[in-house]
């Protein structure tokens, strides 16, 4: 057979490294595109003039396009025969990414849990996004609920990995040279609130919504090289579970991070994700909203340029925030949550 079926459950074990096609060079088609599919705002990605201000040697390819690329090369042989992406961990951007670097990514499976309908599993895996020189810029764990391809195949022994709920500060903050903070034009940036402006508890309803269209979504998973059958074949898709496509999570994601500029216009670097859960699929037609919660505000070591903010950012589809919806009262998502994300960002001090 020349054709790829991609892998199923019984074909991962724990250890087992995956080196994947096809390395990608990030080139400025490619940010120009991303800004068109999500209008994101932020000032550092947006113009060399501004990141040059402050120190950079020009303008960052954006956080998100970077862990959007990194994760595609990973589907084909991951999750290709995917029923869901069930959450990440630990996810650390480790170097900054300009136009022109080329991306590839390795993973290994840490962990694997066969469900008790004997039809899928679930498989941990930590992937590494290098450039070609081998600069590693991104890792991070994901789980995913794969199908089985043998129902008689042997059970593996289950293996889930211990995982850190929060990455350390100590932790954060390689992705960004630093800053001149004196340089940083609050006008130009459009924002006036910096680190110490925000408190912990504090909640941001980010007002606006996006609707996204069937055309936009297949795009975006397009731009990524992520071949997950579920997001493009209406013939098989229009069979299934839901009768159509879903929009693939990271789009969300990228979503929830534009919507947040208003609210949080100066928070130009995402640093680390916690942790994620996508709640609910979204599918097209569906407007996306959201708000943000700041967990915490802390100092990086040896750095007085920048601070780290910890927010839990929940995206809503067709249910505007300004009530900050979240968990109901017998303590489960509200209908119409459908991302739950705890990460870091960086903000001039």
Known sequence: MKTNPGNF?????????????????????????????????????????????????????????????????????????AVANLGYAGCRFLAPVYPG?????????????????GKTGVVYVRSTGYKS????????????????????APTPEPHVPELASVIAPDALGSACPMIDADAWDDALSGSRHRWGDYHPGEKIDHVDGMTVEEAEHQIATRLYQNTAKVHFNQ???????????????????????????????????????????????????????AWSEVIERVELPGRDDVGALRLRTIATKDLPCHEFPLLNEAGEYTAGVILDLDYWVLMPR
Request: aromatic share 10%; net charge neutral; glycine share 10%.
């Open 101 to 117: 670097d080329t991306l590839e990514s390795v993973s290994e499976v840490i962990g694997l849990k066969e469900n008790s309908n």
């Open 9 to 81: 459950f019984e074909d991962f074990h724990v250890g087992q490294v995956l080196k994947h096609a096809t390395p990608r060079t990030v080139r400025g088609g490619d940010v120009a595109l991303y800004t068109a599919l999500y209008g994101s705002r932020f000032a550092v990605q947006s113009a060399d003039s501004f990141a040059k201000a402050i120190n950079y040697p020009r303008s960052p390819v954006d956080d998100l396009l970077v862990f959007h690329v990194v994760f595609g090369k990973t589907v084909p042989d991951i999750s290709l025969n």
């Open 133 to 152: 020189d081998g600069t590693e810029v991104l890792d991070y764990v994901r789980w995913v609920m794969v199908r089985k391809h043998d129902l008689t």
């Open 235 to 289: 013939f098989t898709e229009g069979q299934g579970r839901f009768g159509r496509r879903l929009i693939y999570g990271g789009h969300v994601i990228s979503l929830a991070r534009s919507l947040s500029f208003n609210g949080l216009g100066n928070a130009f670097h995402v640093a680390g994700i916690n942790g994620g859960r996508h709640v609910a699929p979204l599918f097209a037609g569906d407007t996306v909203f």
